[in-house]
T-cell receptor, first 111, second 119 residues
Framework: DAGVTQSPTHLIKTRGQQVTLRCSPI?????VSWYQQVLGQGPQFIFQ???????GRGNFPDRFSARQFPNYSSELNVNALLLGDSALYLC??????????FGQGTRLTVV | AQTVTQSQPEMSVQEAETVTLSCTYD???????LFWYKQPPSRQMILVIR??????QNATENRFSVNFQKAAKSFSLKISDSQLGDAAMYFC????????????????FGKGTKLSVIP
């Protein structure tokens, strides 16, 4: 079975631009969560979606948004990129209140 | 809000030896889960071991075991017979057990411990 897949793997954007990151959960998993991992730190929770509804939001500005599609895949959007948004963005899927399985992440560099 | 603290930024261990990574956490909840995740250079977070707070017995997974001290809010990871493939960042993480409607299933991570394994 395929694990959690994220695309793209690497991305370079310019300050002020917008970016969309994509995540496909493990088949059968209905919950998707997004985390931001700045270099040298642990991941920070951004969003959780379950059955296409937002179930949790971390302490991130409104420039960050996400959605979940009927097939349970998800997109994370970040508008008006700042240099500080440079990070590894991790997606995790779970059936519900079970272990989270992570993808390999998208490395975003803002220049 | 819950916090997770890993006080050892870096650790090293000789191959085949045993090493213990420390983690403390702060919470007012009585029911929760604790995890250790491993993140190798490939970047993918891999679950190493999980502990339910209501279980007094310490979790064990092959060469990995935990020492869970609920009253002290301590959750250390012991790696026995260390192997070169164990070299990675290790993150301790906390998750609430109940749903309160505000991201209760989010994981709260510590800053991580970089483990090096010396041949």
């Amino acid at each position: 079975d395929a694990g959690v897949t994220q695309s793209p793997t690497h991305l370079i954007k310019t300050r002020g631009q917008q970016v969309t990151l994509r995540c496909s959960p493990i088949s059968g998993h209905k919950s998707v969560s997004w985390y931001q991992q700045v270099l040298g730190q642990g991941p920070q929770f951004i969003f959780q979606y379950y059955e296409k509804e937002e179930r949790g939001r971390g302490n991130f500005p409104d420039r960050f948004s996400a959605r979940q599609f009927p097939n349970y895949s998800s997109e994370l959007n970040v508008n008006a990129l700042l240099l500080g948004d440079s990070a590894l963005y991790l997606c995790a899927s779970s059936f519900w209140a079970t272990e989270a399985f992570f993808g390999q992440g998208t490395r975003l560099t803002v220049v | 809000a819950q916090t997770v603290t890993q006080s050892q930024p870096e650790m090293s261990v000789q191959e085949a030896e045993t090493v213990t990574l420390s983690c403390t956490y702060d919470t007012s909840e009585s029911d929760y889960y604790l995890f250790w995740y491993k993140q190798p250079p490939s970047r993918q977070m891999i679950l190493v071991i999980r502990q339910e707070a209501y279980k007094q017995q310490n979790a064990t997974e092959n060469r990995f075991s935990v020492n869970f001290q609920k009253a002290a809010k301590s959750f250390s990871l012991k790696i026995s017979d260390s192997q070169l493939g164990d070299a990675a960042m290790y993150f301790c993480a906390y998750r609430s057990a109940g749903y309160s409607g505000a991201g209760s299933y989010q994981l709260t991570f510590g800053k991580g411990t970089k483990l090096s394994v010396i041949p």
